[in-house]
């Protein structure tokens, strides 16, 4: 099997004491270059985004090159004198393939350039401190262009060809379409901005010359769309040669009143609004900047990934890749014509996700075109398939060990859902439904892909409860449940009779708050297990706490120990910590974590050895050895279609669309 390499990824690393400084800017970053799991199918890159810091002393996980090319932004400030973090820094490899970019926090900084071989600092000291968030994202995705994602994309960028390229597309005799340019141009090149872009504006009386053309042959397009702009001449010419040459394009709305026909060319491109009438102001145009910053290396990397996929045979070599979805400008680039006949040049098109409905691509499948996002390529039918996923949060110092956070996990969740109902699977999952938890951001994007997808499917998802825990309903829940009843069947499983003696009233919710009350939630939460697994074909593992629970051991952990007995097929995400990551990791080396021992556990869960201790007067059977879960594991065959070399893979890639194309080969050999 070949290797997978991401084509990018991006690390931040920053001293503990600067996390204050440091985590609203990492955030803002995040938020940018990865999904928002807030919006089930937004258009975005996705990039991979990882960190390195600290919650005590002592230094972050060592640094390695995983991906074609890694980045890596240091935060410094006098916290460096801590000589710990200096040699941490000075030990990231020497290679090639890596780019360490210091970021000063304050002057002092600039006295630790020795440990990045003089490199020239970003200054976010200089920075005007009301919009340090975006002058930030600007420089830091300045540089990700610059040296992995620039027009040659092997070559780095020096001197003024760092920048890039801008051409400002705008009625020549529109006031505000006028106004905007000019405040753009004057922005950047009046102001450290100018260090990041390099704006071309053309004035009213110039022709449309091979020279204008050139320019926007290499630029990223801003187009000012004014009441009158879809309605002049020259600003249709300059879409149209964006277009026919495969540009970054962003449109800045600034319609006051009435526009009455947008350009059609013009559309499927992203759009940000401001108000012009009302003068714009720096925040306005630091977006607008930032937006055609953004969309530009979206299209690079997004070509990029797509020609990965092509590599390791996700997509098949002769198809056409594209940065953004086709449109009806992107005729001339599929049709041609040979004595009198049409024919297609290209009879598959894949672009980024997420896929486009139906309708809006029938001019092209009308004519033989396919036209595929990777999410639609199905290559396999899991029609009738019942997979289970049990993803949860690991702890966060352990999440911080690892450079992710919860978005990590959540996203993992939102694109295994994705992928497997687009491919027509049952989903089965177990959780409570707390705001904001796993179960509610899954069943969002069953929503949004039943719709898209067009699924006529009774559900897609069943979800399993256990008892006392469907007894807590607020109302807000309900409401939740009845929003998505299309998409979920809700079951709710009984206590078992074992314990039915230590239950007050079976019709009523009974809290986790003594030895005997807890007994009854392990018990039950084991019953609702086995009946979900029982159900499950398949189970899919990621995360999952090791302390802090409310079962007779971790609830990724039983799970994982169920499946394994009743011989499910089983899939283990390690790469995204938690138990999961202790479990891989014995399977792999036989030796065992010690978070997997008895001792361990007792220590870090107050309480856990008194409850221990009833399972064990109260029903032995039931009691739990943790020596016998280690052989277990050892020994246990996972089922799951993939060979060892796979499984490691699996085991370790932080990468999701790496270890969704495993998962998906697994099930194939099924």
Known sequence: MST???PLSVIFVWHPGDAKTVNPIFEHCFSLLSRDVNKPFSRSMNMPIFYRT???????????AASDKTIVFVFVSKEFSDPLWTTYIEDIPKQDNINVIPIALEKSALNFSDIFNDKNFIRAYEFESLYINDYLFIAIAHEIYRWALNESFDEKAVGKDNAIKIFLSHAKDGKNGIGLAKNLK??????????FFDATDISPGYKFTEEIINSIKGSTIIAINSDIYSSRYWCQREILCAKENDRPIIEVDILEDYEDRIFPFASNVPCVHVQANDGTTKSDLLRILSSALLETIRFYYSKLLLEEY???????????????????????????????????????????????YNEELSFLNKIGVKVDTPLTINSINLS???IGVSISDPSNEELISIGQNSKHLVQLSQDITRHLLARSAILIYGGDLRPDGFTQFILDEAQVLKTRMQSRCSFLIKNYIAWPIYHNDTLDIKSWKTKHRNVAKMIECSYPDDVKDLIPSVDYFLPPTNIQNSYVWSRCLTEMRMKMIEDCDVRICAGGRHYRYKGKMPGVLEEIVIAIEMERPLFLLGGFGGVTSNVCKLIESKIVPEELTLDWQIQHNFGYKQLLDFCKSREPKHAVNYDSIAKLLKDANLRNGLSMEENKRLFNTPFVDEALKLILKGLSSL
Do not use: A
């Not at 198809?319 to 001339?332: G, H, M, N, Q």
């Open 186 to 195: 004057n922005f950047i090149d009046n102001s450290i901005m100018r260090n």
């Open 54 to 64: 600290t919650l005590k002393k002592g230094v972050p996980t060592r640094i390695e």
């Open 384 to 386: 009738c398939q019942k």
């Open 4 to 6: 997978y390499t991401p």
């Open 310 to 356: 092509k590599r390791e045979g996700w997509i098949k070599r002769n198809t056409e890749v594209r940065s953004r979805p086709p449109d009806v400008s992107d005729i001339e680039k599929i049709l041609y014509l040979d004595n009198n006949e049409i024919k297609c040049k290209h009879n598959h098109i894949v672009y980024p996700e997420p896929p486009l």
